[in-house]
């Protein structure tokens, strides 16, 4: 018997034993492959000072590896049942936190001093995108990011399968890189997909000055409001200017009227930016 059935074992076990189940409206997939847990804890490569915020720690195979390299370790659980197998499990453990809470609605999580924390998850697929917004764009970021998410979305983060909002969201505030790709049979219960391990390396400041950074993300989240119309249409409608005057904008700031929002990087929502601003929009 391999190690991965034995931690499969494991889990069916201690689910059974508690009456419990994987909830799929809260999108648990407990991941239990050895070599891709070793592989989300080597990624984040973490010292003996490092703090760590985990979200959606589940029974805890990967909190298990995390207290053991972190200084610290605050876990954020939303299931009730699965804190009170993590209560029970790590018990006596010092440097583990439990926090019962949505982890899009805590800040406890974060209180650490600025740049100190990393976060290492497996998270609830469902909540990729506001997870990322919730820790990239708070007050106080982590200097590192390892997540366990849907390969498709880890792809379209990298820019690997074309630009969406979710594209310049991320690289507006970290560089993201994929680390390995997770196949479905590495959880339990497998979903229908396959996974990847995406590490975003935080900048220490955004790509956009923050004085200019909340018009900045209004005019993208604009331009793919509507992703299949031409940017001349979805800028259009969102700026309330006429498609002519829109397709005037554009042209000064050196892009094509007709591309749409997955056409452009970050360098041309810059310079459209620039000339919004002095046409004060």
């Given at each position: 018997?391999?190690?991965?059935?034995l931690?499969?074992?494991?889990?069916?076990?201690?689910?059974?034993?508690?009456?419990?189940?994987?909830?799929?409206?809260?999108?648990?997939?407990?991941?239990v492959?050895?070599?891709?847990?070793?592989?989300?804890?080597?990624?984040?490569?973490?010292?003996?000072?490092?703090?760590?915020?985990?979200?959606?720690?589940?029974?805890?195979?990967?909190?298990?590896?995390?207290?053991?390299?972190?200084?610290?370790?605050?876990?954020?659980?939303?299931?009730?049942?699965?804190?009170?197998?993590?209560?029970?499990?790590?018990?006596?453990v010092?440097?583990?936190e439990?926090?019962?809470?949505?982890?899009?609605?805590?800040?406890?999580?974060?209180?650490?001093?600025?740049?100190?924390?990393k976060?290492?998850?497996?998270?609830?697929?469902?909540?990729?995108?506001?997870?990322?917004?919730?820790?990239?764009?708070?007050?106080?970021?982590?200097?590192?990011?390892?997540?366990?998410?849907?390969?498709?979305?880890?792809?379209?983060?990298?820019?690997?399968?074309?630009?969406?909002?979710?594209?310049?969201?991320?690289?507006?505030?970290?560089?993201?890189?994929?680390?390995?790709?997770?196949?479905?049979?590495s959880?339990?219960?497998?979903?229908?997909?396959?996974?990847?391990?995406?590490?975003?390396?935080?900048?220490?400041?955004?790509?956009?000055?923050?004085?200019?950074?909340?018009?900045?993300?209004?005019?993208?989240?604009?331009?793919?409001?509507?992703?299949?119309?031409?940017?001349?249409?979805?800028?259009?409608?969102?700026?309330?200017?006429k498609?002519?005057?829109?397709?005037e904008?554009?042209?000064?700031?050196?892009?094509?009227?007709?591309?749409?929002?997955?056409?452009?990087?970050?360098?041309?929502?810059?310079?459209?930016?620039?000339?919004?601003?002095?046409?004060?929009?």
């Open positions: 018997m391999t190690n991965d059935q931690k499969l074992g494991q889990l069916k076990s201690l689910l059974q034993s508690k009456g419990l189940w994987a909830k799929k409206g809260l999108g648990q997939n407990f991941l492959d050895e070599s891709a847990l070793d592989l989300i804890v080597e990624a984040a490569d973490l010292k003996p000072s490092d703090n760590v915020v985990e979200v959606g720690p589940g029974t805890g195979f990967l909190t298990e590896r995390l207290v053991k390299k972190a200084k610290h370790v605050t876990a954020v659980e939303l299931d009730e049942n699965m804190v009170r197998i993590l209560e029970d499990r790590f018990r006596g010092e440097n583990l439990l926090i019962n809470a949505d982890i899009l609605h805590e800040t406890r999580a974060t209180r650490h001093e600025p740049r100190s924390y976060v290492v998850a497996n998270i609830p697929y469902y909540i990729t995108s506001p997870i990322l917004k919730h820790f990239l764009q708070s007050d106080n970021p982590p200097s590192v990011m390892v997540l366990l998410v849907q390969k498709e979305v880890a792809e379209k983060i990298c820019g690997l399968t074309g630009k969406s909002l979710i594209t310049i969201e991320t690289q507006l505030f970290g560089q993201p890189e994929i680390i390995g790709i997770v196949p479905s049979k959880f339990y219960p497998a979903p229908k997909v396959e996974s990847a391990i995406l590490k975003i390396t935080v900048f220490d400041k955004p790509l956009i000055p923050e004085k200019g950074l909340k018009d900045f993300l209004r005019l993208v989240k604009f331009g793919f409001s509507q992703k299949r119309k031409k940017l001349v249409n979805s800028l259009g409608a969102g700026l309330h200017l498609s002519s005057e829109m397709a904008v554009l042209r000064e700031a050196d892009i094509d009227p007709d591309l749409r929002a997955e056409a452009l990087g970050i360098e041309e929502w810059k310079r459209l930016g620039k000339v919004l601003t002095k046409l004060g929009k």
